[in-house]
Structures are given as C-alpha cells and as structure tokens.
T-cell receptor, first 115, second 110 residues
Framework: GAGVSQSPSNKVTEKGKDVELRCDPI?????LYWYRQSLGQGLEFLIY????????KSGLPSDRFSAERTGGSVSTLTIQRTQQEDSAVYLC?????????????FGPGTRLTVT | GQQVMQIPQYQHVQEGEDFTTYCNSS?????IQWYKQRPGGHPVFLIQ???SGEVKKQKRLTFQFGEAKKNSSLHITATQTTDVGTYFC??????????WGAGTKLIIKP
C-alpha cells in the first residue's frame, strides 16, 4: 500500500511569502504528526492530530505557523510571512492510532528554503 | 523538563568495525523506539522495546533496554556501508507524543 506522501518535495520561497505544505497520511491512520528538522539536527515536534479531537499545537514555534486536517485525512501546514530561520525539512508522520507505542511512518518531507 | 540524551553525536568507523549509540532518559520510559534515517531520507522505524532488560536482535543489530527503563543502546556488529545514516531513539513524552534523542550519525571512513 501507499506510504505517507508529502508535497511539494522542495519549496523555495522569498522571505515574507506564505507557504502551504501538504501531507497525505497512510489510509486508516488516525494519528498525524508534523515535525521540523533543521540540517543535521534532530526532530522538533510541531503539531499532532488525532481523529476529530482538538489538535495539540504546543510545538508550533510562532503564530505564523498553523495546520489543519480535513476529514481526518489530509493535513496542510501553513507558514505565513516566512523567515529565513524557517528553512528546514518539514516531515509528516502518521500512526495507526493514538498512543506512543505505535510506530510512526514518515513521509519523504518537504525541504523549505526561504531566500 | 523531560530529556532524552543520545551519545555520541557522531561516530566514525572503518567498515567492519562495530558501532554503538546510547540513549539516556531523565525519566523512566514505558517503551523506547529506534529509528534510522539514511542521508537525504526520512526516519524509518527499526524496533520498539518495552520490557525492563529486554534485548532484541535484528541480524547485526542488537537493541537493549536497561533494567531501570531509563537507558537503551543500539549496537551494530561489523558495520557495512548500508548502515550509514543517523540513528534516533525516541521515548514517550505523553500518551501520544514522543520525545526524540538528537541522533547519532554513523560515518564509514573511506
């Protein structure tokens, strides 16, 4: 079956522009995570969705970042007024259900470059 | 706050040498997961350990979970070029969120 997909794979944008990153989780996976990974660094948690529950937005670095998940499936991460420090790889992961014991399946990521 | 420390940050080995990465948590973990990220790739789940003192093997990879469930290790015997990448440990921060180690990058010397 299909894995987690993300689009675009690469995005170059000018400082101050808005960007939208898309994630298609594995069908049937109710939990969805967004992470940010700067070059050579670990994973920084951004936001978590579980079914129709309110998302955990505690990892969003500023109010320029927002995310939504429509119909419990596809998710979009939006960054408004991008800054150079937003440059990173944005990874989406899904898991079968809520619970830290469920393995997370990652998408290939979107590499965002803000010039 | 809760921390997961992973050492070393980098390890350079000759092909055929062994490699070990260590993961230490500031709190007791109910479980720990290990992931591998190839260069330019995304993290891929390797294994989960749940029991105190648990040891699991996958071919040349040996995973251990400490008796106190606060530390874990991954040991690779006789490294190969296919082992190159960054190895991450991750433990529960909440009932759904993981806290990740910073990763150990395995580099094979030319």
């Amino acid at each position: 079956g299909a894995g987690v997909s993300q689009s675009p794979s690469n995005k170059v944008t000018e400082k101050g522009k808005d960007v939208e990153l898309r994630c298609d989780p594995i069908s049937g996976h109710t939990a969805l995570y967004w992470y940010r990974q700067s070059l050579g660094q670990g994973l920084e948690f951004l936001i978590y969705f579980q079914g129709n529950s309110a998302p955990d937005k505690s990892g969003l670095p500023s109010d320029r970042f927002s995310a939504e998940r429509t119909g419990g499936s596809v998710s979009t991460l939006t960054i408004q007024r991008t800054q150079q420090e937003d440059s990173a790889v944005y990874l989406c992961a899904s898991s079968l259900a809520q619970g830290s014991r469920y393995e997370q399946y990652f998408g290939p990521g979107t590499r965002l470059t803000v010039t | 706050g809760q921390q997961v420390m992973q050492i070393p940050q980098y390890q350079h080995v000759q092909e055929g040498e062994d490699f070990t990465t260590y993961c230490n948590s500031s709190t007791t973990l109910s479980n720990i997961q290990w992931y591998k990220q190839r260069p330019g790739g995304h993290p891929v789940f390797l294994i989960q350990l749940v029991k105190s003192g648990e040891v699991k093997k996958q071919k040349r990879l040996t995973f251990q979970f400490g008796e106190a469930k606060k530390n874990s290790s991954l040991h690779i015997t006789a490294t190969q070029t296919t082992d190159v990448g960054t190895y991450f440990c991750a433990g529960p921060k909440s009932n759904y969120q993981l806290i990740w180690g910073a990763g150990t990058k395995l580099i094979i010397k030319p």
